[in-house]
């Protein structure tokens, strides 16, 4: 887990560092970069003042829009040169580098180094151009309809879900550099019963990601580097949602493998879910930038991550649904979103 200045319980100091404002780079990997943008991720030639930081002021809906294009072409071209390859007889998700340093000790400051890649920060902004061009309504005011389904002439109220709204995702990236820093400024550590739960549930996102002191898996209780991997799970779903890509991100998981005895089958369904377990796998390689994940990573992931870690918080089921048919789609998603 993260040292004590950057990671403590919810009544004590927090110490957290700035994050970088957004830079244009490759929506696929951080070694490739060009310089789209100047404020707060914004191109100096549509009249934004540089002078302007991020800590006076936030982008405009309009300047959102502009990243999203920006952001989009570029996982666009991305899947352009996947095809390319494939065309060429070249496997696009190939490994490059050698695999080592598997499991560090402190999971949750690898996934912060990560998501603090602008270009990772790209691509969440590319993960919201469908919803912001969608018909979706902009806030979650109260709509009201003519009440002529039941003929009594009275108004009905359609009451729309905040995450359902557009101001919502434009919020979300408006806010990402402040909703990194403050997940990364306090973890909670209570015993699972004093919000209602047991030990093996591991932790819950509530109150900025929680981690139960008495967690347990296998009857056994968690080690240091085990609740790491629980507190960088929680984190992650502080950071970020993806209901919104729900159909795409199951493009990579046979549901059919889920087994028949599944306690919680519509858990293994659930997009987040699947997002910060492949999150885990990132961080179980160490990624502390937007790396390339390849075949030879979930291979290996396969055969150790499980041994390695001592912990199966439904990973088992995880790699089961990420069938031969799945594993290029998986691969692409793990890819191109951020992760």
Known sequence: MMNEKQFQTKDETKDTGDVNAVEAIDA????????VSASEGVNNSEGISNSESSAERKLTDEEIDHLVDIADRKVKDKAEVVKIKRKMGVDPYECMTEIRDVNPEDWSTVLFDRLKDPSMKLKFIASKADVLRSDKPYDDSVEDRPGDDDGSGLPKFNFIKEHDTKKYHYDAIRNYDDTIKEASGYTTYVKALDVMQSPGAL??????????????????????????????????????????????????????????????????RNPDELVERMSQLKN????????????????????????????????????????????????RIINQYPI
């Open 284 to 331: 179980y390689y160490n990624f502390r930038t937007d790396q390339s994940f390849s075949r030879e990573h979930l291979r290996y992931a396969r055969e150790h991550y499980l041994t390695d870690t001592g912990l199966d918080n439904n990973m088992t089921e995880f790699f089961g649904m990420i069938t031969s048919e799945k594993e290029d789609e998986f691969l």
């Open 203 to 268: 932790g819950t996102v509530k109150e900025n990601g929680i981690v139960f002191i008495d967690a347990e898996s296998g009857g056994k209780p968690l080690n240091s580097r085990q609740k790491s991997i629980i507190e960088s799970h929680e984190k992650g779903h502080v950071v970020r949602t993806f209901n919104v890509n729900s159909s795409d991100i199951s493009k990579g998981f046979d549901f059919d493998k889920i087994p028949a005895d599944a306690k919680r089958p519509s858990y293994l």
């Open 28 to 35: 696929g990997s951080s070694d490739d970069h060009e310089d």
